[in-house]
């Protein structure tokens, strides 16, 4: 094809997005029935390129939809609109077992998406694209505020909406890698919910110490949360993961302080020390740690530590004791955290004391560990440092790509309209606002 | 502090270009509630712009601007982008102002709020229940901006994403003056190599030495660009830049546009003089109307039938739209438009002619969702500084932007990025 007489028009609407948002990727100008592959490529904060691609047939009038055609190969098959952002992966010769997190949430992730000519898997990056754009996509929507916050000795990021407020209010933990992770909450404030991402397991105070926080660390918090001006102290509620859902539960059962309004729990359990403090959960799974397996590939599984689901009371929530709402979310191949198994646990404890009408359970089948909000690359293992060990390992964190990203998009939009209908209230609550998602 | 959480507002998507349509919507309010939607924007000269609908909530408490009707404020009926395009300057504001952005590599923001009741006036004094932060941007990411310094060419030249090659344009404004970059910005967003061309600075329009040489060297510059297709680069004008657009494409030996679009322009430069005469010929026919704002329409009229004082339109062969609003008070460009269609269909290029025009739009036809103004402040070759009258009523005048662009767009799309088997149908 000469290039010089046809030029194939390539968009991608939005050009700039929330990182949940869906966009419409088009090929317009090429010849009826061309091959042609659509590429995806992105350097991440830590530097290193992800690229993922998808093997496309132009229609009658020489287009395609990614939204609406099927790729015939590649990263993804089948008619995937987000596919060119979840099947990114490191490009070859890469570092094995990279993780894509971005830890600076006030820049956008900047995507390049380019055409290439008939169905390549390979070189992209040595030749020149047909044509290619750039997408932006954001973890902050324009006028949410990022507010450092050190009092209380906590070590914490306020993310707040734009407007007067009053906002409901969330605390928002992550698990056992530590370190202040931001992402999460920027978006949950982009939609409306005050949230406060809390660094539990490395704050400065824990580094300056050596010692563990205890459970007023996470009182604090919520504190801080139903204090703040712009903030209903009605509507605080908690969003966890993995280790984070272990402290969740903890304190939407036992906390006497704040009362929840409701609570996401995110591959983790309820089978800890009955009201522990963290290092006491740290230890007992530590106790565990002759139960850990490694696979071929010597990644770490760690799934073993806390089965089989104990009898003991003692070793678990009360969770026929929790008053609020609660939306589960697990990964039926998790292999970090027997997540599946606690939850039908849960679920079992709910029945008996007769509180099950609280319980949301999303199970999904070939999902992993790590169910994030969607449309970032997924990592079936990866490098990690577990706080308590200080040894770099290969968590396996279990999955199927395909899947795990449906898991992620569909348990994202349902945890949005839970926490919508269950902190702005009303029974008329109206879907518009996530139509897009 | 009561129970009840903010209403939400959203605006998706909440960062968009200047010409994308958004949805403003209101949730959680109370069922049947009387509300008014306010947008707020500080433009880069510190003025502040608001515009504001009035809205009642339906059953659920919802209020969706792209579907309800507004019943009063800057704007009425359905109208999804009338809180941008019916901004007008908050009362107290100095007479004349216009809203151009100067700087394209940062968003327009705009502040929109929901307030509680039908509210007219006083929006910064009370507390609105919500809102919400929509930036709008000239230049689409990977948009690249480059400063052209080249053969005393001045101007800036943006290129879209992507190896290329790219259709091209010369883009060039009216009689104010210097580099006014953000419709360059914004084609350069929609896949064209667009340079933005400086050929006076502001109040020089008569003394400047306006050469026609520089304006072929200036098209040139974009057709040689190695991203560029040499065989199909437009010209878009608006104005005096329309004037000169015509004059190229009929005049020019040079240069051979694939394609012109002329915005409230005209065909009336006498023939066998520089452009320099041309503009000094003018008779000062300035009328003044009730607010004491100069018209200039009158300059231009009687159409003359003499062709000698007119461009050869019959000589232009490449596809030309013309963008007129029928309220144009500051050039006589609907009476020039009929004119240059009568001569063209004597000379036998008619079917090369599109023809635009729009009932109570006025002479600043610009790209849409951005504020009309009816009258604003101009810098005369006097240095005198006088309050021109370019004409439309707000309503009319950005449908015509928003109709008018869409077309404009499908007009370049079709003869500069065309597939070849698409035009073996034509």
């Not at chain 2, 600043?364 to 969702?369: A, F, N, R, S």
Request: one cysteine or more; charged letters at 20%.
């Amino acid at each position: 094809m000469d290039r010089k007489q046809c030029c194939v028009k390539l968009s991608v609407q939005p050009s700039r997005g929330l990182m949940d948002e869906k966009f419409i990727v088009l090929v317009q100008n090429v010849f009826p029935g061309f091959q042609l592959t659509l590429h995806a490529l992105h350097k991440c904060e830590d530097g290193h390129s992800w690229e993922a691609f998808a093997h496309y047939t132009t229609s009658a009038i020489g287009a395609v939809n990614v939204s609406e055609d099927p790729s015939l190969g590649g990263t993804y098959s089948g008619v995937e609109p987000m596919g060119l952002l979840w099947s990114l992966r490191p490009v070859p010769g890469s570092k094995p077992w990279l993780r894509m997190r971005k830890m600076n949430v006030q820049t956008p992730m900047e995507v390049t998406i380019s055409v290439y000519p008939g169905h390549q898997t390979e070189g992209f990056l040595d030749q020149v694209p047909l044509a290619s754009v750039v997408v932006e996509r954001w973890y902050m929507a324009p006028g949410v505020r990022r507010i450092p916050v050190t009092e209380a000795g906590l070590t914490a990021t306020l993310f707040l909406p734009p407007g007067p407020g009053p906002f409901p209010g969330l605390l928002d933990l992550w698990g056992g890698g530590g370190k202040l992770v931001e992402y999460r909450s920027a978006l949950l404030a982009s939609h409306g919910f005050a949230s406060l991402a809390l660094d539990y397991l490395t704050p400065k105070v824990t580094i300056e110490t050596g010692k563990m926080v205890d459970n007023q660390y996470f009182e604090r918090a919520l504190k801080v949360l139903e204090q703040h001006p712009q903030i209903l102290s009605s509507r605080i509620a908690m969003i966890g993961l993995s280790l984070g859902t272990s402290i969740t539960l903890k304190m939407a059962v036992n906390s006497q302080v704040v009362k929840l309004r409701c609570v996401v729990c995110i591959s983790g359990s309820h089978v800890q020390p009955a009201d522990g403090s963290v290092e006491q959960i740290m230890s007992f799974f530590n106790k565990n740690a002759e139960k850990t397996c490694f696979n071929n590939e010597n990644h770490m599984i760690c799934r073993d530590l806390l089965l089989p689901i104990p009898t003991d009371p003692s070793l678990k929530v009360d969770m026929g004791q929790l008053q609020c709402p609660l939306l589960l979310v697990v990964g039926e191949d998790d292999q970090n955290w027997p997540a599946h198994e606690s939850a039908l646990d849960i679920k079992e404890m709910m029945e008996r004391a007769g509180n099950s009408h609280l319980l949301t359970l999303l199970s999904y089948p070939d999902t992993g560990h790590l169910i994030e909000p969607p449309f970032t690359p997924f990592a079936k293992a990866s490098s990690f440092r577990a706080v308590s060990s200080r040894q770099k390992l290969v968590a396996l964190w279990g999955g199927e790509t395909a899947a795990h990203s449906r898991a992620q998009e569909d348990s994202w939009r349902k945890t949005l309209v839970f926490l919508r209908a269950n902190l702005y209230g009303g029974v008329n609550t109206c879907l518009t606002s996530f139509s897009n998602l | 502090m009561s129970d009840t959480v903010a209403p939400m507002l959203s605006v998706i998507p909440s960062r968009a270009l200047v010409d994308e349509n958004f949805k403003v919507v209101v949730e959680n309010l109370p069922p049947g509630s009387p509300v008014t939607l306010h947008s707020l924007h500080q433009c880069e000269d510190k003025h502040y712009w608001e515009a504001y609908g009035h809205y009642t909530s339906n059953h659920r408490g919802t209020v969706s601007v792209t579907d309800d009707l507004s019943f009063g404020g800057t704007y009425t009926g359905k109208e999804a982008m009338g809180l941008l395009w019916s901004m007008r300057p908050v009362p107290g504001s100095r007479e004349g102002l216009r809203l151009r952005k100067r700087n394209v590599c940062s968003p327009l923001l705009v502040n929109l709020s929901v307030y509680r009741g039908h509210v007219v006036e006083g929006f910064r004094e009370q507390a609105p229940l919500a809102s919400s932060l929509t930036e709008r941007w000239y230049m689409a990411p990977g948009v690249q901006r480059i400063q052209i310094r080249e053969k005393g060419v001045r101007g800036t030249l943006f290129l879209p994403p992507g190896p290329g090659p790219f259709p091209g344009l010369l883009d060039m404004w009216g009689g104010g003056g210097g580099l006014v970059e953000y419709r360059s910005a914004l084609l350069g967003s929609h896949g064209y190599a667009s340079l933005a061309l400086e050929y006076f600075a502001p109040g020089e329009m008569k003394s400047a030495d306006l050469e026609f040489n520089y304006f072929e060297t200036a098209f040139n510059i974009v057709k040689d660009h190695p991203q560029v297709m040499p065989d199909k680069v437009g010209i878009f004008g608006l104005s005096l830049g329309a004037i000169l657009t015509i004059l190229l494409a009929a005049e020019s030996s040079v240069v051979k546009p694939s394609c012109c679009v002329c915005i409230s322009g005209n065909h009336l430069l006498p023939r066998g003089v520089t452009i320099k005469e041309a503009l000094n010929m003018k008779s000062p026919k300035i009328r003044l109307d009730e607010n004491n704002y100069e018209i200039w329409r009158d300059m231009g009229l009687p159409i003359p039938d003499d062709p000698t004082h007119k461009i050869d339109v019959g000589r232009i062969n490449c596809p030309i739209m013309l963008v007129n609003g029928q309220d144009d008070q500051n050039w006589a460009a609907v009476e020039s438009s009929d004119d240059i269609a009568q001569m063209m269909r004597a000379a036998g290029n008619l079917h090369l002619l599109t023809r635009l025009h729009y009932p109570d739009a006025g002479h600043l036809i610009e790209p849409p969702y951005t504020p009309h103004f009816r009258a604003t402040k101009f810098v005369k070759d006097t240095k005198e500084k006088v309050i021109l009258l370019w004409g439309g009523q707000t309503k009319p005048h950005s449908h015509a932007q928003e109709d008018s662009w869409k077309k404009i767009l499908a007009f370049l799309e079709q003869n500069l990025y065309s597939s070849p088997t698409l035009k073996a149908k034509m």
